[in-house]
């Protein structure tokens, strides 16, 4: 999700399955921020993403979903250029 889309029916269902593909939506938009929530708890993915996204110089900042959407809400009011990709619980 950016200010401006919404990606419905996202075919992950597990945040320790992400794998830097399926980012792409989010990625397509050149954030500066991933925020990624994962649900009604933290749960990490697969470190080689985390390495990814510091490689494109990309923030990644993982938290519980309902943490994640009030992040971005703050992020995406003071103007940074920020993604969510969120699992709803």
Known sequence: MS???IVRDWPVSNPEE????DLGP????????????????LRRPAADLMGLMAERGIGVEIMDTPAACRTYNVLLHEGRSVVAALFIP
């Open 26 to 41: 989010a990625l397509a938009t050149d954030p500066d921020i991933v925020i990624l929530g994962t649900g009604e708890t």
């Open 18 to 21: 992400l794998q830097p593909d």
């Open 3 to 5: 200010a401006d889309r």
